[in-house]
């Protein structure tokens, strides 16, 4: 088999030379983080800091070194402008001359870390509108459609970096030579399914169509929808994707009624479009179940919104769920 590395695949795409090179530095980052993950508890990096970050959720160590990471391998490249990540209150400013901003969840699943189970960084890249400092927060919010690479690395048995330019969806597995090497390519997700991964111990909070789309689903060939289901929960969405790109299934993380004026869990701007842009890219949908996820306008750099992604027919069968409670309050928000 020829090797292809991920720097010659872009190459040899057509790749826009200055995408490529924050593409290569974000992978600088992310092997610096795969470093630490593989270290684990030799390298004292398990466990949790006594801060809290901007959601109000506690700081695991790995999401501040994931974070510090990330921030100064970026900050060295001329071509980011900005970026904003989970862990951080505001969009910390780069370079002013940068072309680029980048939005990144440094270490997704992250309650994951302790447990030794996957993780992952997730990350998106717009352009930089003009005049616009990377302070600022109005720079960022730009919908899913604007983004013009998005992606994953998934610290697992092995590191895998998920890409897409707007050209299909790539995997590049990293070598033990520090190379990510292209191991599959064009990717799509299959329409069909029969998997499905929820946080089932939340069912009573959610909407009566979710309710009733996933009572349906445990009816199995009993029930209106034909055939017997399988389901999955790793509280990791980067490894959940992973599956769902790999061998078809729906992912979702739906509104529910303990927070009834967010309109979900999971962040817009470093889960929610960056996971769509990939799910699309694939052949999947992407929905909050209301409507495309790229296309919410976003108003706030860490705002949340619902996410059900993967095979395209279940998402379908899911938006069908949901067309008579139009009125909601989950439906209101998620628009
Ligand atoms: P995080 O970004 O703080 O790690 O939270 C996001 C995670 C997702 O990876 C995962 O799908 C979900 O939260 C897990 O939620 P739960 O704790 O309800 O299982
Ligand atoms: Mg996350």
Redesign the pocket.
Known sequence: MDLLLLNQFLKHHDTDGELIEVIDTLMIACKEIAVQLREGALAGVLGSTDNTNVQGETQKKMDVIANDVLKKVLHTNPLVRGMAS?EEDDPVAANEQGRFLVTF?PL??SSNIDINVSVGT?FSILEAPQGTKGCEESAYLQSGRKQVAAGYVLYGPSATLVLTTGAGVNFFTLAHTGDFILTRENVQVPPETKEFAINMSNQRHWEPAMQRYVDDLLLGKDGPRGKDYNMRWIAS?VAEVHRVLTRGGLFTYPWDKRAPNKPGK??LMY?GNPMSMLIEQAGGLSTTCYGDIMDVEPTEIHQRVAVALGSRQEVEALQEYHRDSADGNAAQLNR
């Open positions: 989970e969840d997704d699943g997730i969405m999971l962040r889960e």
